[in-house]
Structures are given as C-alpha cells and as structure tokens.
C-alpha cells in the first residue's frame, strides 16, 4: 500500500518548544516496520522550527517572517539529520524534499514534482518532505503541512493519509466539556461545520478547520484520511491494522479523480483571477444529476485578466467561492465570443473541482 504520514509540529515538539526526539524515535520505528513490509511512505514532518529554537539566541527580537526564516534555516539541518540517524538504525535511506507553493504553481512542476517521488520510491528511498519556510513568506506558504500532506497524497494516488497532530480526532463538542466525544466516521457530505473548533493550539499554523478542509478535499479524491492523536504509543500501527478500538476520525474515501482533477483541487492559491456565475450555472454545478461545464453564458462578470490555462476561482453572486478550475480560453477571447460560439465551456468538467462543502 502507499502511505502519506503527516507529523504535525505539536507531536514532535516538547512543552518548551524544542524537539523531541523520543517521539521521532517511536513513530519511526514504525515507519520502519511498514517501509520493510514493501509499502510505499511519504514523510510530511513539521518540526524544524521547534529543533532551531534551541541552537541560537536574540531571534525573539527579529519579526515573525524573520524568526521563521532563521529558525527553519537552522532547524532544518538538524531535524533531517536527527531523522537521519534514526532511520540509519534501520539501514533505510531518507531523502530530503523542501518545497514551496509556487513548485506546484504548473502542471509541469507538479509532474517534475511527482516524478521525484516516484524516482526515490524507485530506489527504495523514503522522502522526507517539509515546507521550506527559508523561502516561503505568508502569501506564498501553504495554510500549513496539512494541506501539503494532501496535496502530495493526492499527486502520489496514495491510499491512505494519517494526519497525526496532538488531539485524538474531531469531537462532536467541545473537546473540554463533559458528554463530548470523537466522531469516529465522516462519510462523504456529511455536515460537520457545527462541531469543528476555530482555534490553533500550540506551535503549527494551522487548527482544525484546516485539518477538516484538508482531509474532506483529500477524502474527496478517493483517499481515506484519518485524524489521529500521534503523541500516542503504535499510532501509526494501530491505523495501518484498522483498530476498531483505537479512536481517532476516518474520513471515508469517495470515488477516485482523475489525476489532473487531483492538481486543479489544490491549485486554488495560484488562481490568477475569478468568475461570477449567476444562479443557473451555480445549479449546474453543483448538481449531482450530471457533470457540469461552466459555460460562457453563465457568466456575469470576470474579475481580473488570465489567459488560456490559468486557474480561476468560481464565485457565486454573494461572493462565496464553489470551486477552482483551469480557463479553457483567456478573457479577451471569452469576452469576443458572439451569441452562436457562447455555448462554449470556459472551464471544461474535466478541468473543473467543485468544493465537497457546497455540494
């Protein structure tokens, strides 16, 4: 089977925000166990801040992009070699993949992308992959490395994606309160908005609605995630088996996308203007009976300038955004058609994502 394993800052941070290697210790162990029974991993790690924190002084007066720079810088270097020397216990071969959110801004890039992953699985490597934060300032970095952990599960066709961070799952209350306890289940188009928290905890960027997003899209493509406690013992373990006592939320895999559905599903940050659709179209799209084109006559008005093959948001009248998809001709054209050609797609179905929460 193929693997996406996401190690989330909060797992792999102590309670004074340095590493912890003991944890990094036990889960790749795990990791280990399944890399030697033939299954195929990615490793998506956080934690590089947290092992920088402890290997300089004065970074508290810079400002946070700059704090995240330098921290990253450092950290980085010794939280790859701290992985190296475990897996090294192991006689498995890690490779390093720091990447950005432009690197997946092309098609082209996200194929090269993807055909590094396979070249390392070729060569019985496991790829080790975070963000690069040295690079990455706020518009440019992913929401965190939950949606980088999507994005990569969804470019590899992996089976399944364990986002592992320190709460056990997503409870139907608050977490805190007496009676509340972890959905176990989420089934593609279940409503679960009334129960996801808004808050971040601890050191990652993102929080639970992240999590939820990242894992319904992902879900969304044919890939089963889980949201799991990995400051618990044999997490990895006990998820890989199917432990009905384990708790933790499975969010049930839908039907399998096509692959480039897959890259326009998490293109949305590279959109480079949006459409208003009006109501028909907005219905079109978001029907089950039948698959949809955005046809030109649906459209009321371009926001922005693009060309053929740019990403472009879909937004309703009110201004909320239903999906993503890829301009089949730049605005000029689209804007010149006569009343015969407007029967015309400007985003093709097959170059269309429509988001699992507004349908």
């Known amino acids: 089977m193929t693997f996406t394993i996401k190690i989330g800052s909060n797992v792999l941070t102590r309670a004074d925000g340095t590493l912890d290697t003991e944890r990094m210790a036990g889960l790749v162990a795990e990791i280990a166990h399944l890399h030697r029974a033939g299954h195929k991993i990615i490793l998506v790690t956080s934690g590089a801040v947290a092992a920088g924190r402890s ?11 700059a704090q995240r720079q330098i921290l990253s810088s450092i950290g980085q270097v010794k939280l790859i070699d701290q992985y190296k020397q475990i897996f090294d216990l192991y006689n498995i071969r890690i490779g390093q993949i720091l990447v950005t959110k432009q690197d997946f801004s092309t098609r082209e890039h996200y194929l090269n992308m993807r055909n590094c992953i396979l070249a390392l699985w070729g060569s019985n490597v496991i790829p080790v992959v975070n963000e690069n934060d040295t690079v990455s300032v706020t518009s440019l970095m992913f929401t965190d490395n939950d949606e980088l952990s999507g994005l990569m599960a969804s470019m590899m066709n992996c089976q399944k994606l364990f986002i592992l961070s320190n ?30 928290q808004t808050t971040k905890s601890g050191f990652g960027r993102g929080g639970m609605q992240t999590k939820c997003r990242i894992a319904r899209k992902t ?25 009905s006592n384990f708790v933790c939320t499975h969010f049930v895999a839908g039907e399998q996308s096509a692959a480039v559905k897959k890259w326009i599903a998490y293109s949305d940050g590279f959109a480079k203007a949006s459409v208003t659709v009006n ?24 926001n922005g300038d693009f060309k053929k093959d740019d990403i472009l948001l879909i937004k309703d009248q009110e201004g909320n955004t239903l999906g993503v998809g890829r301009a089949g001709m730049d605005k000029e054209k689209a804007e010149k058609m006569t009343p015969d050609d407007r029967s015309k797609p400007l985003i093709h179905y097959d170059y269309l994502y429509i988001y699992p929460e507004n349908q």
Do not use: W
């Not at 290997?55 to 992009?65: N, R, S, T, W």
């Not at 306890?181 to 009334?194: F, L, M, P, T, Y």
């Not at 109501?279 to 008005?301: F, M, Q, R, V, Y």
């Open 55 to 65: 290997m300089i002084q004065g970074y508290q007066e810079l400002d946070p992009v």
């Open 167 to 196: 709460i056990d799952g997503i409870f139907n209350g608050n977490p805190s309160d007496p009676g509340t306890s972890v959905i176990r289940e989420i089934k593609q188009g279940a409503n679960i908005a009334q129960y996801v």
């Open 219 to 243: 879900a969304d493509s044919g890939i089963d995630v889980y949201i799991a406690n990995g400051t618990k013992n044999d997490v990895i373990t006990h998820l890989v088996e199917g432990d």
């Open 279 to 302: 109501d028909g179209a907005k219905a079109a799209l978001l029907s089950h009976e039948k698959a949809a084109s955005l046809l030109l006559p649906g459209i009321i008005n371009y």
